[in-house]
């Protein structure tokens, strides 16, 4: 009787650690999701590398020459293809291009930052001044008229 018992015992064992496991990892779901929630729409987004940068030209010239190509994996896998064959000359303006819109970038992030250490009291709504302005216009037009009658 005692082996039963042990037999049953480390089976409710089994599945409490089982059902804890689950729980733990439902938690750290959540919590991912909760810091992709958190992402600033206001910061600037990360420049394209060099490769990005030709392939935007590429996949014009691409979509040209074969229109009836819908597969974006058929782009990506000729436009790898081409940037493999270049030599370092070809492959120089575009990453020049791919300098300027970084430092272009770290000009944002430069600005982005001292707001944020600002504490952003510039904002005291989300409403541009021109809303602001005509939501002014409108309280003080046809109220005052109404109220001396």
């Known amino acids: 009787m005692k082996g039963g018992k042990s037999k049953a015992g480390s089976r409710k064992a089994d599945s409490k650690t089982i059902c ?4 733990r990892l439902a938690v750290k779901k959540q919590t991912k999701k909760e810091k992709k ?36 994996a058929a782009v990506g896998k000729a436009g790898g293809d081409q940037w493999k064959s270049l030599s370092e000359e070809e492959k120089a303006p575009f990453v020049a291009k791919a300098e300027k819109r970084k430092e272009e970038y770290e000009r944002k992030m430069e600005a982005y930052n001292r707001k944020l250490a600002g504490g952003g009291d510039d904002d ?17 037009s046809g109220e005052e008229e109404e109220d001396d009658d």
Not at 44 to 57: C, G, L, T
Not at 124 to 140: F, H, I, P, R
């Open 20 to 23: 804890d496991v689950n729980i």
């Open 37 to 72: 929630a958190a992402k600033d729409p206001n910061k600037p987004k990360r420049p394209p590398s060099a490769f990005f940068v030709f392939m935007e030209d590429f996949r014009k010239q691409y979509k040209e020459m074969h229109p009836k190509n819908k597969s974006v």
């Open 124 to 140: 005291e709504s989300d409403k541009s001044k021109s809303e602001v302005n005509d939501d002014e216009d409108e309280e003080g």
